[in-house]
């Protein structure tokens, strides 16, 4: 559940029929003839589920068809009147759709994307039918565009790289993959406002320029439109970094509201020739509102901005203890924490789940804004790189985020590319890997085995 | 500044309605008002009938909307005119951030006026536009509608028709905002009382924000309950804070609650509670399924925590006295402000717009910061309402706002609720609680048992000095100055709602529900702090 209650929900015990209730599975259904992104919203709206704590799944059904027809030939798979073709493309369809079942019914999967063209009105049916005897709730996401620089664009961006392209040269596969598009254009049935209006959906015309939202029927499918409406592909950066090192750091104690060392300073000054050195037009920067990253800001002599929700993890009674210490006056929740660190909740503080569920705000503002920089903490910065590099819960919180280091992320293709930037000023490591003995009854040895030196 | 006001990031938003009569335009218009002006963006409506009615003293008839009544016209123009003067001067003079022009505009010619009035003062447009032929939300509508101070001598059948005239008079001219021809407006088409929306260039964060309210709210009836956890040990012994049980009077509560709710015979009732121990206890007790969100904790009181009145008062007096000056922003240290609570509680306040009935198990502040929401309450007035334990506020939007039956379930509670005393930095305190405590001292003791808890640290926090280093010479001079500051800036405070400069470029720019990316360059202090 987004709220951050996973654990602890008491939700109505399910009748034995299949009824949709407020919490049946969602299936996804993506619209569009090829190369209008239906793929890249996929990946993306599965990317961002998952992270604010939904479990999602993407279905590509070329994939099933690139398993199916190990060599792909040519367009002429896709012309309508391929018999062969078709069958294989319907058998396809199906076996998907079974894993999609079985994801969700079996594996304890809430959400299902299920992308592929589905262009004509008699596929939609079906998947309508199959969700309906399933119980799962239907909400389809059309993509249509007609800007021909846009649709060049995802072809040379995605449809070169594909396994369906890697012996073609550049002018073939592009000139392959139009006819491939001829083929469904004559077919395609877009979602219609009359013919239509008794389902769920979002039509999203020339990249956002324009959406139609028709019948939202709960709050999952509220905060998908809500996603899908502020996500742009305009070219830009973000950059990620923590504040320069402080004096809590530097004596091997978490949290706190310290101010820089020397070499925190420094690194703010490089930091500030970094960013003048990339060139960035229109450079936003947004510190937490803890004095080590403002202090780190301040050094950069541009505005910025403080977030109260990218102060660092708080946690609670163990703040400003060193790991030592931590060992010492708990030794039980020290444990209890390396079994299970992005649910462990420190007494009286937060856990990494709580840091993503307050974060979210930062996300969906971080996909409609377009060159940022975050200085921040480890801990949120944790949580934010795992959202553009989608990492699972388990490897979030030992993302490894040094000092005065700087990743910059630049979204590509399907993905984010991210390069990590050293800006040369010493500070000391505050990464602490998970102990080989997570038991409770460990020595204080295993347990304190990986804490980073410190004074 | 170039001569023509170019549109920058933060430049403010005038939100235009679109539509016939009765078609929820203003209920639309006061609701994201309200919403608006909770998360901290200061809007306000401007509804043209409201300058006609009293232009025009006296409503005879529809026939004022006659489209060839050019005295009618006239007097419509011009009212459109001082009401878009107005909006000029709410967002240029009086800080405003957002204006709602609430009127039908239901010809392009007459949104073209409007958008070029934007355009010469550096205004980005939104327009929202409802559109619904369904005659039965219509007339529902329109009751609403004859509220208005324009059929008060009317008899129901005759105002109905006379107002079926009125909508009769726009239909003519209605030009729908349309897909190719309003390409390149901002706008969203709120299709059937939310069935359907058509949104176009979302140019911003506010923009995306209002689109995203109003696509989750609805009207279908239902009704809100809130109420307190019950008793808790904490509160009896005039605590704050805490995570505690119920005592036993607050266990009995819980069984009220649970008989009321059944009496109340609702259907498919939501439960909420927060994630700390008393409103779990008392959601227990009603024996039904219940969701807890942790961002329905009550506000973190930081070192406060867990102490008395009469402790905060010995040990951080001041804090106390700059806490009754401003208690909507004061936030605690290492704790949280009523400000950083209704940010917390967007989310909450959202999902309640989409839900149909719930009862939301909380805490004071928390309830406070609700009930502010749906009764329209001022951030000054927010932090003294009075939400007593053992007590269920039911909540059933009716009209343009929202009705509100106490009731009181008849199990003794302690009362937790402290008004706001006389302030003023000079050192009397008295408070009126259960406990009251006269309290004078001659100097104001800043407690500096860590040097994270000093005032000092907090304002200057990019400063390295550290008020308990200072010899005890500079301390006395540091406190001297320092007293005068405050109270200068106490001074300042007074009547205004920006205040305590210094503290407020401390915690700047609340961000996410509050301030607006690019908001920045508006704080007159940044400049200030910066050189500091």
């Known amino acids: 559940m987004m709220r951050g209650c996973s654990s602890r929900t008491k939700i109505a015990q399910n009748q034995d ?32 589920l998952n992270w604010i704590g939904v479990p999602t799944r993407e279905f590509n059904v070329g994939q099933y068809r690139r398993e199916c027809v190990k060599i792909y030939k040519s367009f002429e798979f896709f012309r309508p009147d391929n018999e062969e073709g078709l069958k294989i493309r319907r058998q396809c369809a199906s076996a998907a759709l079974n894993d999609v079942r079985q994801y969700l019914t079996e594996e304890g999967g809430q959400v299902a994307v299920f992308d592929a063209t589905n262009t004509t009105r008699e596929r939609r049916e079906t998947i ?16 249509v565009c007609e800007d021909p620089d846009v649709i060049q664009e995802n072809i040379v961006q995605v449809k070169l ?18 006819k ?6 004559n077919s395609y049935e877009t979602l219609d406002e009359v013919l239509d209006r008794d389902l769920s959906y979002i039509k999203i015309m020339d990249v ?41 750091n530097v004596n091997g104690r978490i949290g706190g509201d310290s101010g820089l060392t020397p070499r925190g300073k420094e690194f703010g000054k490089k930091l500030s020739q970094f960013i003048l050195e990339q060139g960035i037009s229109d ?76 974060l979210e705000p930062v996300i969906m503002e971080l996909e409609r804004q377009e060159n940022v920089l975050v200085v921040c903490h480890q801990a949120v910065m944790r949580c934010l790189l795992a959202y553009f590099l989608d990492k699972t819960a388990e490897e979030l919180p030992y993302l490894k985020c040094p ?15 991210v390069e990590s930037i050293s800006l040369n000023v010493d500070a000391v490591d505050t990464h602490r890997e998970r102990p080989e003995n997570v038991n409770i009854h460990r020595t204080t040895q295993d347990a304190l085995q990986t804490v980073p030196p410190h004074l």
């Open 17 to 48: 029929r299949a009824v949709c209730m407020t919490n049946c599975p969602t299936l996804i259904v993506t619209v569009g003839l090829p190369a209008r992104g239906k793929t890249y919203i996929s990946k993306k709206l599965t990317r961002y």
């Open 128 to 143: 309508i039918q199959f969700a309906e005897q399933n119980g799962f709730k239907v909400f389809f996401v059309e993509s």
């Open 161 to 178: 790289g594909s396994p369906d392209y890697t012996n073609c040269n550049t002018e073939e596969a592009v000139e392959d993959f139009m």
């Open 180 to 185: 491939r598009i001829k083929c469904y254009e």
């Open 208 to 248: 956002g320029q324009r959406y139609l939202v028709n019948r939202v029927l709960d709050h999952i499918q509220s905060r998908i439109v809500y996603y899908l409406m502020n996500i742009h592909i305009t070219p830009r950066s973000i950059y990620l970094c923590r504040h320069g090192e402080s004096e809590l």
């Open 283 to 358: 450079l936003k920067v947004w510190t937490s509102q803890m004095k080590r990253t403002i202090q780190t800001a301040e050094a950069l002599n541009v505005p910025y901005e403080q977030w109260k929700v990218l102060n660092e993890i708080d946690a609670g009674v163990c703040e400003e203890m060193m790991y030592e210490e931590i060992q010492d006056h708990y030794p039980l929740e020290f444990a209890l924490r390396d079994q299970d660190k992005y649910r462990y909740r420190y007494p009286k503080g937060e856990s990494y789940e709580d840091l993503v569920q307050r």
């Open 403 to 417: 000092l005065h280091t700087v990743l910059k992320l630049t979204p590509v293709a399907y993905g984010c590319k």
